[in-house]
């Protein structure tokens, strides 16, 4: 594994964990050429669902461009990684048990404002302002309505 810093090719692993379900494994690496350290992450590689965007077209799906959405609507808020990568495990684990050879892009999205709508409530009214193309407060207002309702319905008030 090259260190991403200074580019050497003799980095060192100093620590080494799975996750609770042993999926995933996380490795803590040093550089010795300029001792900086990172992580990288080794997952299960799985053929995952061509994506079928609203134009029809076809592309891979793309962790890293889930991830950036849902960095962006977590901006500032009090979300920690692991967690976000928890729910970027469990929207391609839907996605495989699935089984599908292609999915809709509208259906990934669904799937992103479920993850951020337990992760952040914040964040997920956000994402939804650009997904859903909100295009007056009244959606908005709508959109609250709708979280801090079922919110309410939980703890019972």
Known sequence: MRCPF?????????????NDEGDIIRRRRRCPD????????ERIE?????V???NGSRTEFDR??????????LRKRPV???SLEHA????EGRLLAMGEREIQSE??????????????????IRFASVYRNFEDAEEFSEAIREVTAKARTRTGA
């Not at 461009?65 to 609507?73: D, F, P, R, T, V």
């Not at 259906?107 to 997920?124: H, N, P, Q």
């Open 52 to 54: 079928v965007k609203k």
């Open 80 to 82: 920690n990684a692991e």
């Open 6 to 18: 200074c580019g050497s090719a003799s980095t060192q692993v100093t620590d080494t964990r799975e």
């Open 64 to 73: 890293e461009k889930i991830q950036a959405s849902m960095k962006l609507a």
């Open 46 to 50: 799985l053929k995952l669902p061509q």
């Open 107 to 124: 259906k990934i999205g669904e799937l992103v404002m479920r993850e951020l709508k337990r992760l952040d409530k914040v964040a997920y």
């Open 88 to 91: 970027l495990d469990r929207i």
């Open 34 to 41: 300029c001792d900086k350290r990172f992580t990288t992450y």
